[in-house]
């Protein structure tokens, strides 16, 4: 079971479960009961009364949104930024490039830290002082990250299926950070 020592990692441990019943797809519906099962299956020893109300709780902290019937589940983008790694580590390679380019003003630097950690955790890795590049799909959760942040009016996300520095950034791209 998930431990619970504080708040946020049981908020993490609620959505990767939510996560694995979708079977990986962060923008598939999951039916209430059979989240219920697969949180019992994880040793969550809480009644439906008790269930359904931290699904409230992070229904309303952004997280989930229901159905209007209240039987099925979808991810917000929110929670999708929660699960960025989760959800990476899901997407193999399929051998093209992808690369961002973002000058975001000093003003929302704040916003640009924020950005910048998101896709850092979506394994893009910098390679000149304002291109970052990776090698899986993640042009959904990049959009999602643009959109949390408000930044997507500064970022440029461009897919290549070679470059003529292909080596070079498999090399950057097999290193781990630092």
């Excluded at 999708?80 to 992808?98: A, E, H, N, Q, V």
């Excluded at 380019?101 to 893009?124: H, M, T, V």
Aim: charged share 30%; net charge positive.
């Amino acid at each position: 079971m998930y431990q619970k020592n504080s708040y946020g990692k049981l908020t993490m441990g609620i959505l990767e479960v939510l996560f694995d019943c979708a079977s990986n797809l962060i923008d598939k519906a999951i039916d209430r009961h059979s989240a219920y099962n697969a949180f019992e299956e994880q040793g969550f020893k809480w009644t439906h009364s008790k269930f359904s109300l931290n699904l409230k709780k992070l229904e309303e902290r952004g997280y989930l949104k229901f159905s209007p019937a209240g039987d099925s589940i979808t991810f917000t983008k929110k929670a999708s930024l929660k699960l960025i790694d989760k959800i990476t580590s899901t997407r193999p390679g399929d051998g093209k490039f992808r690369f961002i380019s973002f000058d975001i003003p000093e003003q929302w630097s704040r916003r640009r830290n924020l950005f910048r950690r998101a896709i850092k955790r979506l394994g893009f890795r910098q390679i000149q002082k304002s291109l970052w590049v990776t090698d899986k799909p993640v042009g959904d959760l990049v959009e999602n990250a643009c959109l949390e942040y408000k930044v997507k009016e500064y970022v440029m996300y461009i897919v290549a299926e070679a470059t003529d520095v292909d080596k070079t950034i498999k090399q950057k791209l097999s290193k781990k950070e630092k």
